[in-house]
């Protein structure tokens, strides 16, 4: 099992960057998948989420006007459009998958992928 998130990086505030995270190694249609988000020194929190079939998602308040998450279950791959970027959204991004429908199944984890919000 990998999940692989790319697209971090340096950008302005103000900004915008486009994170995916490609899966192998599960059935990945059958899972529900999510970003969270880790700044240095605080907790890990939750970003967005979206449910298996894609049709259902759901966003921390303080991103939801501001970042988009999508899937492609074709491509096994999830992304995360994040726009109008603040120097208060640098943090490690990780992306997770859950099974949808069976919850005693592990949970899937990234390695991360940096984004610094920074003029």
């Known amino acids: 099992v990998q999940l692989v998130e790319s697209g971090g990086g340096l950008v302005q505030p103000g900004g915008s960057l486009r994170l995916s995270c490609a899966a192998s190694?599960?059935?990945?249609?059958?899972?529900?998948m999510s970003w969270y988000r880790q700044a240095p020194g605080k907790e890990r929190e939750l970003v967005a989420h979206?449910?298996?079939?894609?049709?259902?998602?759901n966003y921390a308040d303080s991103m939801k006007s501001r970042f988009t998450i999508s899937r492609d279950n074709a491509k096994n791959t999830v992304f995360l459009q994040m726009n109008s970027l603040k120097p208060e959204d640098t943090a490690v991004y990780y992306c997770n998958a859950r099974h949808e429908y069976v919850g005693s199944l592990p949970v899937y984890w990234g390695q991360g992928t940096q984004v610094t919000v920074s003029s």
């Open positions: 190694g599960f059935t990945f249609s059958r899972y529900a």
């Open positions: 979206i449910s298996s079939t894609g049709l259902s998602t």
